[in-house]
């Protein structure tokens, strides 16, 4: 099926994962297969509601036709995605956009920096990325969050800390609450500079606020990192998903079909973004 004709999900499952976000586990009611790559993105709404872009943020399993959405209600679209109870059917349009690259990974070192519901396409590609562990050299995942409370996939955080083929660094502006979880005090930026990763053989991942893929992208130029060995997932209000509406149009990129993944270097000369 085309990427722009609409399809209906149902909702199978549904996990909390913090007082404000949900994961959703759909299932494709008409098509037996739905395949997708970690960092593209649904256009998931209802007529009369609306439609917003929302990253996978499970990995595709081959030959399934299901796939998971972890989403924050803040406007109209979200604010009804959190009321769907299991069984209820929403329509979609996708997958859309260019994700993570993970062609280029093999043989190389991987830090994977996230900020909040920023994770969330991040799960994907780490996933994608611990399947593939005998094929890569070393993985840093370093993951902030504004307090305890508002860490997500606290599960996956355990499971994977709990590895040895994986370094985590997960850290809070403020630690409001006991945790299980080996947690430090401060922002992610102030964890980069003491990893031990060879920049030169490094591939950078950073999704979340855009403010903090501002200052940790530029950290890592400070490092000796290049612009094309950082890679960040963009925000901007989508309408079309195909690139016709130009609603997330920066400079002469669409993020909905030429991103939502970057290069860092592919957008740092736009005015219009932050970074
Ligand atoms: C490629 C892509 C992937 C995305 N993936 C996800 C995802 O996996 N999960 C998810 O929850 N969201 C995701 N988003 C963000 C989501 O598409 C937007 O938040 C969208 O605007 C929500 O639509 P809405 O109608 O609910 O809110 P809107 O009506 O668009 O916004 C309502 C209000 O919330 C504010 N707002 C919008 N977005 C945010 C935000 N992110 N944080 C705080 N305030 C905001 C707006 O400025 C406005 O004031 C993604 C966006 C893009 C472009």
Avoid at 13 to 36: G, N, P
Avoid at 80 to 98: A, K, N, S, T
Avoid at 142 to 148: E, I, L, N
Avoid at 237 to 251: A, D, S
Wanted: glycine content about 10%; some cysteine.
């Amino acid at each position: 099926m085309d990427s722009i004709d609409y399809q209906m999900a149902q909702v199978l499952d549904i996990q909390m994962e913090t007082a404000a976000i949900k994961s959703y586990l759909f299932t494709c009611v008409e098509s037996k297969i739905f395949r997708f790559s970690p960092g593209q993105f649904n256009m998931i709404g209802l007529p009369g509601v609306g439609e917003a872009a929302i990253s996978f943020s499970s990995l595709a399993i081959p030959g399934s036709n299901q796939f998971t959405h972890t989403i924050a209600g803040v406007g109209n679209v979200t604010r009804f995605l959190e009321r769907l109870e299991i069984g209820r059917r929403v329509l979609f349009r996708g997958p859309f956009g260019r994700g993570w690259p993970i062609e280029e990974i093999i043989g190389k070192d991987l830090l994977i920096v996230a900020g909040g519901i920023g994770l969330a396409p991040l799960r994907s590609f780490l996933f994608y990325c611990l399947e593939n562990r005998n094929r890569i050299r070393d993985v840093v995942l370093v993951y902030g969050a504004r307090t305890t409370d508002d860490m997500v996939f606290a599960k996956d955080l355990a499971d994977w800390q709990a590895r040895d083929d994986i370094e985590t660094i997960y850290c809070v502006d403020q630690y409001n609450k006991e945790s299980s979880l080996r947690l430090q005090v401060g922002l992610v930026t102030r964890f980069l500079e003491k990893l031990e990763l060879d920049y030169r053989n490094t591939l950078a991942f950073l999704c979340g606020p855009e403010i903090m893929m501002r200052f940790v992208a530029r950290n890592l130029l400070f490092q000796g990192y290049a612009g094309d060995q950082i890679y960040v997932s963009l925000e901007r209000r989508m309408r079309c998903g195909t690139g016709h509406c130009g609603h997330c149009q920066i400079g002469a990129k669409f993020v909905c079909q030429d991103g939502p993944v970057f290069q860092y270097s592919d957008i740092s000369r736009f005015a219009d973004t932050l970074l």
